[in-house]
């Protein structure tokens, strides 16, 4: 282990160690801190802040609301990512429907990772280098954005991480039981997200890396893989025959969204990886590729340890996935805070020991700098969003949510068309009606006669007057600054159609 000569030069190891681990649990926690408040500005410039919260909990709301988690035309999460659904309901169950109970969701599932990854890294390099993973972890301030996100990356991430140490065979060898649980945590996790998918090929090494003989390795890699294929492709082939709509509209934004050649991708790839992995944080990702790469030249103990080649085959494996995307939102790339911060903390306390070797005393403080200024350099960003919340997204529902219950009485079973329909429905309980890309609006309209719509950057105003609709504007609201999508602004207004009282 290299804990032992780590920890023997530093004054009063259970003191810092206490320390450490006084931070990492602060800086988790200061995600329950102002919860409501608005995501920061100037990590996505997409409309993900408006709308992926609701579309993410679509289903769960709507089971709340109405009993149902299926409203064809609509968002239905739940048909091809459930899991996630299954947890905001839970919260919504113990909570009450809200914008901060579906948050809630995701900040827990974030502690979870962090305690998964820091567990997993504490086998092979100690209560320093685990440590030190939990701090890059919970002060990194693109993961701690999102992780007061309702979307579901760091969801699923958390079952990758989770399976991962459930798996074992870093340290010795694991077992057929321990192997088809992390099979089934990681087919779970696919079922959150697909980009869960990245934990295959790593739980594969895993199970080869278990077996004792050949004959074992094979049985253990074919079983984990089965069981994997089993969960999620069964669960996907019976799901897709009875909504083949929902995952026509599913495989064209996964599958869709990629290069058409080789040629395409080969001419984007690195300035995809410089661009996009580069949004973790700048000082987080060139410390990381750097100690990384000193680690491999100068510590044997590291570069042979198979936790350094998970991890490493982490990398690989999900910037592959990555690359082929078209489109890059920043929280595509949050999967990889988990390897970046296993590697830089690894990488840390091996660069210490073996400069120590070297009788390098002065250089082998070093590394433990520069981590610390990593650390500072993030969480002051954390520290400065939560001095100054602001709360616009949050006041504009509550806005919302006043008028239409001066108006109509009631919230419940008030109908809510627009764009952001379910991110406004998740704190006032109206019942939700999105506008999606290629649906027949105006048919929609016709069906439904919602008595107000909720409007970002849509146009149906327009539609609903085209089809006889009497629109009157109630509110118009500054969200985010208006820094998304061409400045508009969110607008309420009420619909009175022909024939209606």
Not at 420 to 448: F, M, Y
Request: proline letters at 4%.
């Amino acid at each position: 282990m290299l804990n032992a000569p780590f920890s023997s030069c530093l004054l009063a190891p259970k003191v810092l160690k206490g320390t450490l681990l006084l931070l990492v649990v602060c800086f988790s926690l200061v995600r329950f801190v102002n919860l409501n408040a608005d995501f920061p500005t100037g990590i996505t410039f997409s409309t993900t802040p408006y709308t992926d919260e609701g579309q993410y909990a679509a289903s769960a709301i709507r089971h709340v609301l109405t009993g149902r988690w299926y409203l064809a035309g609509d968002v239905n999460t739940a048909v091809y990512a459930p899991v996630g659904q299954i947890l905001h309901r839970i919260s919504f169950a113990l909570l009450g429907l809200s914008l901060s109970s579906a948050r809630i969701t995701v900040v827990v599932s974030f502690l979870l990772l962090i305690v998964m990854t820091a567990l997993l890294i504490r086998r092979s390099f100690g209560d320093y280098a685990a440590l030190l993973t939990a701090l890059l972890l919970a002060s990194n301030y693109l993961g701690f954005a999102y992780s007061r996100l309702a979307t579901m990356d760091l969801v699923a991430t958390s079952f990758v991480a989770t399976g991962l140490y459930a798996a074992g065979g870093l340290t010795g060898k694991s077992g057929l039981p321990r192997l088809l649980v992390a099979s089934l945590l990681i087919a779970v996790g696919m079922l959150t997200k697909l980009n869960a998918v990245l934990a295959v090929p790593l739980l594969a090494f895993l199970a080869w890396r278990s077996g004792s003989s050949l004959k074992e390795r094979i049985l253990f890699l074919t079983a984990s893989g089965l069981a994997t294929a089993i969960i999620y492709g069964g669960y996907r082939v019976v799901m897709s025959g009875l909504f083949p709509g929902e995952y026509a509209s599913y495989n064209q934004a996964t599958v869709g969204d990629s290069y058409p050649t080789f040629q395409d991708w080969g001419q984007h790839f690195l300035r995809l990886l410089l661009v996009r992995v580069g949004q973790l944080g700048d000082g987080f990702v060139g410390l990381t590729a750097f100690f990384t790469g000193l680690a491999l030249v100068l510590s044997k103990r590291f570069r042979r340890d198979p936790l350094v080649h998970l991890l490493l085959g982490y990398v690989i494996v999900y910037i592959g996935i990555l690359s082929l995307h078209v489109k890059g939102p920043s929280r595509y790339n949050l999967p990889l805070l988990v390897p970046f911060a296993g590697l830089c903390a690894t990488a840390c306390v091996a660069l210490f020991d073996r400069l120590r070797e070297m009788r390098r005393p002065a250089l082998a403080i070093v590394p433990i700098v520069l981590v610390a200024l990593v650390f500072l350099g993030e969480g002051r960003q954390v520290v400065a969003y939560l001095s100054r919340p602001s709360y616009s997204f949050y006041q504009m529902t509550r806005a919302v949510g006043k008028i239409i219950q001066e108006r109509e009485g009631a919230v419940r079973g008030v109908l809510l068309f627009g764009d952001i329909a379910s991110s406004v429905s998740l704190e006032t309980g109206v019942s939700a009606v999105n506008t999606l890309p290629g649906t027949d609006i105006a048919g929609r309209l016709k069906d439904c006669h919602p008595g107000y719509m909720i409007v970002h950057v849509s146009d149906i105003v327009k539609i609903a007057a085209s089809e006889g609709g009497e629109v009157v504007k109630r509110g118009a609201w500054d969200v985010f600054g208006n820094r998304y999508a061409n400045g508009e602004q969110v607008r309420l207004y009420s619909v009175r159609w022909p024939g209606g009282d």
